[in-house]
Structures are given as structure tokens and as C-alpha cells.
């Protein structure tokens, strides 16, 4: 293939387009280490994602970075020097490779919402007292699938960078293992066996008021944009919302369209609360064709060796079975958690796109934004794959990243408990909006400006979904109760055995009574929280249970 011509100067476009895999393989784009490069993109060939795009080259990070930024890109031609606009060049002096005159290979990134929205760069809105509120969520994301939270693999590039911006809580847990109850906390304040919403039957009460209503009365605009089976039947989560969309399942690429038109239309003469929830990691584990072998085949120190037996397979649910061909089962765990992983490095460039539009719409520095997973996923290390029916760390250790108003640069990392219930009272309180005294987070703040520290706080997990189990959290114990005994159960020293193999309740029986009393006075105030706002039961439409049953949430 014969490279684009030199522009003498100038960035020469060609007519030729090359998919990101041969970027990699010709290794056309290899800046030194530690090389700060600049790609410029020209509105030549509409539509477009960005006007600029700045990467700092790192060992850990340079691998693959192209491919995140596109699935298909056009090349184009410069000098040493890349020109952006306005005549300036960047770096003013820097060498490539230590060479004087060596061509560098740069992007003409495609983009997928421009066609709709056009790519004029808004003004950025005038600082306001009261911050932007903005909550991305990725679905079925666990912490430990991150670099950030000790990952071998670089999974999440985009997201892992905004914690150069922000807080990265170490230890978040979410409050349930599976989307339904999870998001409608995220966005009731509420636990939920206090919102009532536990099984994919139930319908968010009138009598609830949702943190999106709080903002919009406080003079917010309100948006949800989200992608699950589960937020397309009635289940009330709109209340509050102007704009709701939430969908079956459709691609991040498809979610990014619209996020891109939203934020095109958007006025800038009041604050913004925006609800973002994609879905790509959630089974089935498919990412894009030029994904597929990012991480496999497995290297040996990642190599967990664990392996299915046909009959295991066959008891799986659908969505999680992975095939060779079309009937060749594939039973190597390892090749599902290779799968998962370039899902999450997909996502991770649709959250690229979306961030990077965030600040040529000048939101990004007016924005509290929390960045996290609705909940984790079991890869068979307890006999099971999944989620929503047990509540082992898999499960419900999520990673958690807070980014607070403001252009400094914290990079901070908070190793004490948060859980998903904090996101509320946080976003209430940014607002200026009293936190209503039945809602059990706490306010993030102080502590992300370094004001205050974690006391030794309990954080509670719980699950209705095929059995009834729950879980309390404080220091470095865990404790799991299947009230009804169809789940797990066992007193856990995570600092010892962050795995959850050794079941400690007959050795440690003083701590098993304080955390089960703890356990306790929680399902207590639940109670009490049921009573005012009842949950509602509904009737689910037989198209909407079936695409329930494809996801292996109904049975």
C-alpha cells in the first residue's frame, strides 16, 4: 500500500481509508516515549468528531491507541510539525523519533453524530454558581477489569484518564448486582429495598421523588439517555426527565448519535443533570470484528485456566454461551474474559467520543461528573457466570470515579467504602438542594476537595433476583446472608482473601453478630421506607419478557 503524499507543509488528504487494525500492524503512528502528539482534524470529509485531539504517549498506554479512537479512519500527511488551526504548530520544536524530517501518519476521524448534529463548536456557557451534573454509566463494568484498580490490561484508557481530572474511589460498591435495582438507587437516592423495585415486575412508585424531579424544580434541564431492555417498558424511572430515551439494546456507536445531537441542540441558560448508560460489556460478550482478538489469545501470567464441562455449559443461560462455528461450544473461561475485556475497550472509545464533546460544548469543566459501573459480572470464580444473583465482589465492587467542577487536575485516589447511594445526595447538594433526611448516602464533596476522610463506614449490598441474599461491608470484613437460603452465605476477610473461598463465621463469631446486627438495622429502615411509597407490581408485555429472557434476566 502506498502511503499519502507529503502535503509540503500542508495535511494532505487522500482519497485512501485504512481500518485502525493497519495502523497497528504497519505501525504508521509511533511516537517515542513519553512524546506528546496532537492529531488536527479538518472538516473536509463531514462528518466530524473533534476539532483536536492530544494524547501523551506512554508505554502503558500506547498500545492499541489508535484503535480506540476509530473503527475506520482516512489518513492524512504532515511534516514533523502538526498545524493546527489558527497558523500555530504543536509541538513548537519537538522531533518524532529523533528524526528531523520524519512524515507523521495522523487521523481524519469520522464521526457518527455530525450528520445529524452538524460540528460547530458551541460557545462555552457562562460559569455558573451551580455546577452541570452529568452520570455516565457503563453497564456490567468490575472494578478489577481496570489498569486504575490493578488490571494487567489497559482497558479503559478514556475513562481511566478522567481520574487525572477527579477522585478515584477504590472501594465502591454498588448496592445491588444487577441493572434494574441499581440504577433506579442511582437515581432515587434510595436503597432498594427502600424504592421497592427489586425484580424486573415492579414499577417505581409516583410517591417517590427521584433525584432528576429535585433538580428539574431547582431549575435543571433534565435528560436520560440510556440503552437496556429494562428502561424501555413502564417502569416510571422517566419521572422528572424532559428528554427520556431509554431503549433496547443498541450500540454505544447508535447511543453516541444521540448524546451528540442532545448536546448539539442544548441551550446554555441553565445547568444540565444528563443520564448516560451504555451498555456494550453486557452479554452477549461481541465486541466490533476489529476487537475480537485485542486479548486473545491470553497470555500465560493472565491465564486463569479455569474451564467449563459441557454440562455446564448446556445449564448456562444463552446469552453468556460463546461459540466456535456455530455449534462448537467454546468452554476456555479465559476466552470469555478476553471477550469482556475488548468489550470494555470498545465502550471505552464511544466514552472517548463523548468526553471529548463535552468540552468543545464547554461542559466539561462546569461538570460534576461520576463515572461508574451499575454493577460487576461473575466469570465462574464461585460456579456461576453473570449477575444479579449472588453478591460476591465480582458482582458489586464497580469502579467508581468522580471528576468535581473546576479545570484542576486532582488524581486522586480514596481508598475508604462509598456506595452507588452517594451519587444523590453528592449531585442534591452541588445543586444547592436539601437532601431529603430518608436518603442514607452521604455527600462526597468535603471529601474530594481532601477536607475530610472516610470514617469506618458499613456499606450494604442486597438481591432479590432468584434469591434473597444481602451484605454488609466495613473495614476489611464482608458479610453475606441468603435469607432464604437458595444463596451463598459467609463472614469474609477481604484483606486476607479478596476471592471469598474462606466462609470465617465459625471462627470469627463476635464479628459475624456486629455485621448481621448491622444487616439488621438496615432492613429495618428499608421496612420503614416500604410503608411510605409502596412498590408497584406490573404487568410485563410478552415482547418485553422475551427480550428480558435473551438478556437472562427472566426466566
Known amino acids: 500500500m502506498e502511503p499519502p503524499r507529503k502535503g509540503g507543509g500542508r495535511i494532505a488528504v487522500t482519497d485512501r481509508r485504512l481500518s485502525c487494525r493497519a495502523w497497528r500492524t504497519h505501525g504508521w503512528l509511533r511516537p517515542a516515549h513519553g512524546t506528546d502528539v496532537a492529531f488536527h482534524i479538518v472538516n473536509d470529509v463531514p462528518p466530524v468528531y473533534f476539532s483536536n485531539i492530544r494524547a501523551t504517549f506512554k508505554p502503558e498506554k500506547a498500545a492499541n491507541r489508535l484503535h480506540d479512537i476509530c473503527p475506520d479512519a482516512k489518513v492524512v500527511a504532515m511534516n514533523d510539525r502538526i498545524h493546527l488551526r489558527g497558523g500555530r504548530q504543536w509541538p513548537p520544536s519537538k522531533k518524532i523519533h529523533g528524526h528531523s524530517s520524519v512524515m507523521v501518519w495522523a487521523l481524519l476521524v469520522v464521526a457518527l453524530a455530525c450528520a445529524i448534529a452538524g460540528c460547530t463548536r458551541h460557545p462555552a456557557p457562562p460559569q455558573a454558581s451551580r455546577p452541570n451534573i452529568i452520570i455516565l454509566v457503563v453497564e456490567t463494568l468490575r472494578a478489577d477489569h481496570l489498569a486504575a484498580y490493578g488490571y494487567p490490561r489497559n482497558t479503559m484508557p478514556n475513562l481511566e484518564d478522567l481520574a487525572d481530572d477527579g477522585v478515584l474511589f477504590e472501594h465502591a460498591i454498588s448496592v445491588a448486582p444487577w441493572t434494574l435495582p441499581s440504577v433506579v438507587s442511582i437515581l432515587t437516592g434510595l436503597p432498594p429495598s427502600g424504592h421497592g423495585v427489586t425484580t424486573y415486575a415492579n414499577r417505581l412508585s409516583d410517591a417517590v421523588d427521584t433525584l432528576a424531579e429535585k433538580l428539574r424544580a431547582a431549575g435543571y434541564y433534565t435528560s436520560f439517555l440510556g440503552v437496556n431492555s429494562l428502561f424501555e417498558s413502564d417502569r416510571n424511572l422517566e419521572q422528572g426527565f424532559e428528554y427520556y430515551f431509554g431503549t433496547d439494546e443498541i450500540s454505544a ?69 460463546l461459540h466456535h462455528g456455530p455449534d462448537e461450544p467454546i468452554l476456555d473461561v479465559d476466552y470469555y474474559l478476553a471477550q469482556y475485556d475488548a468489550e470494555l475497550r470498545h465502550v471505552d472509545a464511544m466514552i472517548g467520543v463523548f468526553l471529548e464533546r463535552l468540552k468543545t460544548a464547554g461542559l466539561f469543566d462546569s461538570s460534576l461528573l461520576f463515572a461508574l459501573g451499575d454493577h460487576g459480572e461473575e466469570f465462574y470464580e464461585h460456579g456461576g457466570f453473570g449477575h444479579g444473583r449472588v453478591l460476591y465482589e465480582h458482582t458489586i465492587h464497580v469502579p467508581f470515579i468522580v471528576k468535581p467542577p473546576g479545570t484542576g487536575h486532582l488524581g486522586r485516589k480514596i481508598s475508604g467504602y462509598v456506595s452507588t447511594l452517594d451519587i444523590a445526595p453528592t449531585a442534591l447538594a452541588a445543586a444547592g438542594v436539601p437532601k431529603p433526611a430518608t436518603w442514607p448516602g452521604i455527600d462526597l464533596r468535603a471529601i474530594l476537595r481532601g477536607q475530610s476522610v472516610f470514617r469506618d463506614r458499613a456499606v450494604f449490598s442486597e438481591t432479590d433476583y432468584e434469591g434473597v441474599q444481602r451484605a454488609v461491608l466495613k473495614g476489611k470484613w464482608k458479610l453475606m446472608v441468603s435469607v432464604d437460603g437458595k444463596r451463598p452465605g459467609g463472614l469474609f476477610d477481604l484483606s486476607a482473601d479478596p476471592g471469598e473461598y474462606s466462609d470465617l463465621s465459625r471462627d470469627r463469631v463476635r464479628t459475624y453478630k456486629a455485621l448481621y446486627s448491622l444487616l439488621l438495622e438496615e432492613e429495618t ?31
Do not use: I
Request: charged fraction near 25%; glycine fraction near 2%; proline fraction near 8%.
Open 253 to 321: 456507536e447508535e447511543l453516541n448519535r444521540r448524546l451528540l445531537a442532545w448536546l448539539h441542540d442544548l441551550k446554555h441558560d441553565k445547568p444540565v443533570f444528563l443520564y448516560v448508560h451504555y451498555f456494550d460489556p453486557h452479554c452477549r460478550y461481541d465486541p466490533p470484528e476489529d476487537y475480537q482478538e485485542m486479548y486473545w489469545p491470553v497470555p500465560k501470567n493472565m491465564a486463569t485456566g479455569r474451564t467449563m464441562t459441557l454440562q455446564q455449559f448446556n445449564s448456562m443461560h444463552e446469552c453468556f454461551q
Open 525 to 555: 429502615r428499608a421496612e420503614a421506607l416500604r410503608r411510605t411509597h409502596p412498590s408497584e407490581e406490573r404487568a410485563v408485555p410478552a415482547s418485553v419478557l422475551e427480550r428480558l429472557r435473551a438478556l437472562g434476566y427472566a426466566q
